[in-house]
């Protein structure tokens, strides 16, 4: 597995934080996705069955969905699962002549989360928004107090004059869980991000946040996947380890790795929070098992506290 990649999967930095050499860090500090262009792999193509539960689909197919950094990798890979459901996502992106070059031809609608007058009219008519921004600098207009902390905020207030009825956050297991002795600017992004959830808990809009451990560009549908409060999680050593595996180990082992989970399976649970009950007004960590997938998501979710994440 690439040496970022490796990263991403310990310290659980998920859509909010990548790959990094933009950073100023080496890319072996591994930091940070971009806003709209959350990656540089593109995303993997979700299978023509979503494999959601019948009830989420329909539910999917009558909800108004909005995904903020919808160009992103993760944020394209959520809306390539919501339109394989029979939904019709909208996609927030700040050029969408570039996102539709990048990704496709889908519903493109220009906005910025750092400039909060942009927002209003993309988020009016929404039910449900999706929030999978994030950026790849630490510092100045584009930095992740600017985009992860500040671009949350004016995303729920957006929300909140627009009638959303809820906001689904990615953040990432180490946001909750942050290593001792990381990187100082690997640390500040995590409490940049940390903070976000803060403001989403107590904004007044019912949220979920997905703290998915490191995203790995497999196929999903295999493994079962796990939703679990971050304080009944436990890091493994791997995941602890600073030592970057064979490039591709990861992506082709025949279990997938502990502490990772495959992009499709995140976007089929950001879809299956966006409507489900059982999510809302919870944070919770996604990971992938090594067993075949069984996903009881509501039954796992009823062992999640309501009100983690303030």
Same mark, same amino acid.
């Given at each position: 597995?690439?040496?970022?990649?490796?990263?991403?999967?310990?310290?659980?930095?998920?859509?909010?934080?990548?790959?990094?050499?933009?950073?100023?860090?080496?890319?072996?500090?591994?930091?940070?996705?971009?806003? !709209?262009? @959350?990656?540089?792999? #593109?995303?993997?193509?979700?299978?023509?069955?979503?494999?959601? #539960?019948?009830? *989420? =689909?329909?539910?999917?197919?009558? *909800?108004?969905?909005? /995904?903020?950094?919808?160009? %992103?990798?993760?944020?394209?890979?959520?809306?390539?699962?919501?339109?394989?459901?029979?939904?019709?996502?909208?996609?927030?992106?700040?050029?969408?002549?570039?996102?539709?070059?990048?990704?496709? !031809?889908?519903?493109?609608?220009?906005?910025? /989360?750092?400039?909060?007058?942009?927002?209003?009219?993309? +988020?009016?008519?929404?039910? =449900? /928004?999706?929030?999978?921004?994030?950026?790849?600098?630490?510092?100045?207009?584009?930095?992740?107090?600017?985009?992860?902390? &500040?671009?949350?905020?004016?995303?729920?207030?957006?929300?909140?004059?627009?009638? /959303?009825?809820?906001?689904?956050?990615? *953040?990432?297991?180490?946001?909750?869980?942050?290593?001792?002795?990381?990187?100082?600017?690997?640390?500040? $992004?995590?409490?940049?991000?940390?903070?976000? &959830?803060?403001?989403?808990?107590?904004?007044?809009?019912?949220?979920?946040?997905?703290?998915?451990?490191?995203?790995?560009?497999?196929?999903?549908?295999?493994?079962?996947?796990?939703? =679990? !409060?971050?304080?009944?999680?436990?890091?493994?050593?791997?995941?602890?380890?600073?030592?970057? %595996? #064979?490039?591709?180990?990861? &992506?082709?082992?025949?279990?997938? #790795?502990?502490?990772?989970?495959?992009?499709?399976?995140? $976007?089929?649970?950001?879809?299956?929070?966006?409507?489900?009950?059982?999510?809302? @007004?919870? $944070? +919770?960590?996604?990971?992938?098992?090594?067993?075949?997938?069984?996903?009881?998501?509501?039954?796992?979710?009823?062992?999640?506290? =309501?009100?983690?994440?303030?």
């Amino acid at each position: 597995m690439r040496t970022a990649q490796r990263l991403t999967a310990i310290w659980g930095i998920a859509a909010a934080l990548g790959a990094a050499a933009a950073l100023g860090l080496a890319a072996s500090q591994g930091l940070a996705a971009a806003q !709209d262009m @959350n990656a540089i792999q #593109p995303a993997l193509a979700p299978p023509a069955d979503p494999q959601l #539960p019948a009830r *989420t =689909v329909r539910e999917l197919r009558h *909800t108004r969905v909005l /995904v903020v950094g919808g160009s %992103g990798r993760n944020g394209s890979a959520i809306v390539a699962v919501l339109e394989a459901a029979g939904a019709h996502p909208e996609a927030l992106t700040r050029d969408p002549v570039k996102a539709r070059e990048k990704r496709g !031809d889908h519903a493109w609608v220009q906005g910025d /989360v750092t400039e909060p007058a942009t927002l209003d009219a993309a +988020f009016q008519g929404i039910d =449900v /928004v999706i929030d999978a921004a994030a950026t790849r600098e630490i510092e100045g207009p584009n930095g992740t107090e600017a985009v992860d902390r &500040e671009g949350v905020r004016n995303v729920v207030a957006a929300a909140r004059r627009a009638g /959303v009825k809820r906001i689904l956050l990615i *953040t990432g297991m180490a946001v909750a869980l942050p290593p001792a002795g990381g990187p100082p600017a690997m640390l500040k $992004a995590f409490a940049a991000k940390r903070e976000s &959830e803060r403001i989403l808990a107590a904004g007044g809009v019912p949220y979920v946040i997905l703290r998915p451990t490191g995203i790995l560009d497999r196929p999903g549908g295999a493994f079962g996947v796990l939703l =679990v !409060d971050s304080a009944d999680y436990h890091p493994t050593p791997e995941e602890l380890s600073m030592r970057p %595996g #064979p490039p591709g180990e990861a &992506e082709h082992a025949p279990l997938p #790795p502990r502490g990772t989970i495959a992009l499709p399976d995140l $976007a089929r649970v950001a879809a299956f929070a966006a409507v489900d009950p059982s999510a809302v @007004n919870r $944070a +919770f960590v996604v990971t992938q098992t090594q067993t075949p997938a069984r996903d009881d998501w509501s039954q796992q979710l009823a062992r999640v506290p =309501v009100g983690t994440g303030r």
